[in-house]
């Protein structure tokens, strides 16, 4: 059973703002949420970490909902340069933290 | 965060033969991982090495194919054994971060023929 579920895919333009959302029913009470980002020929690289309500840093922001059952990444006013997979992994990252990545979503920003 | 260093950064190899990757951590981890990644597909994880002990394995993975070295804090190598042309891939290691997250090497490209 999957632990997270993304759209497969998204599409927008630049300056535009994107929203892309994580499925995280099963999630557990320990477990953070936590997206990376992956460009071609590159290794993913760390975006953003939250537990619960808005977290943000310069780059990105994470909303999440009181049940805790999803999430969502928003970029603000994307560039081509944010065409990307975006991947949202749950886990507890001080006791065995899950490692394990889900399909992940492809962005393509479009001029 | 962690500055990983995983060589080499490519390789094609002959069909039944072993090839050995190897990632450096600029810091103590006590955890590392190891990722499978085909063309356009997400990452499957491999096995979690610990230093000191036996590595953790996913399903599909067994230790015979895949032998994983943990000697120290800094280090670790994973071996693809009697590759075939299934096996090319590109192979990636992981540790925890400093802060949040983490850390993922550069990978290591393989193509057997």
């Known amino acids: 059973l999957a632990k997270t579920t993304q759209p497969i895919s998204m599409d927008s333009y630049e300056g535009q703002e994107v929203n892309i959302t994580c499925s995280h029913n099963n999630i557990a009470t320990n477990d953070y949420i936590t997206w990376y980002q992956q460009f071609p020929s590159q290794g993913p690289r760390f975006i953003i970490q939250g537990y619960k309500t808005k977290v943000t840093n310069e780059v990105a922001s994470l909303f999440i909902p009181a049940d805790r059952k999803s999430s969502t990444l928003s970029l603000p006013r994307v560039s081509l340069s944010d065409t990307a997979v975006y991947y949202c992994l749950v886990g507890d990252p001080y006791n065995n933290n899950d490692m394990r990545f889900g399909a992940g979503t492809r962005l393509t920003v479009k001029p | 965060s962690a500055v990983i260093s995983q060589k080499p950064s490519r390789d094609i190899c002959q069909r039944g033969t072993s090839l050995t990757i190897q990632c450096q951590v600029d810091?103590?981890?006590?955890?590392m991982f190891w990722y499978r990644q085909q063309p356009g597909q997400s990452l499957t994880l491999i096995a979690t090495a610990n230093q000191g002990s036996e590595a953790t394995y996913e399903s599909g993975f067994v230790i015979d194919k895949f032998p994983i070295s943990r000697p120290n804090l800094t280090f670790s190598t994973l071996t693809v054994s009697n590759m075939s042309p299934e096996d090319s891939s590109i192979y990636l290691c992981s540790v925890e971060g400093t802060d949040y997250g983490y850390t993922f090497g550069s990978g290591t490209r393989l193509t057997v023929v």
């Open positions: 810091s103590q981890v006590t955890m």
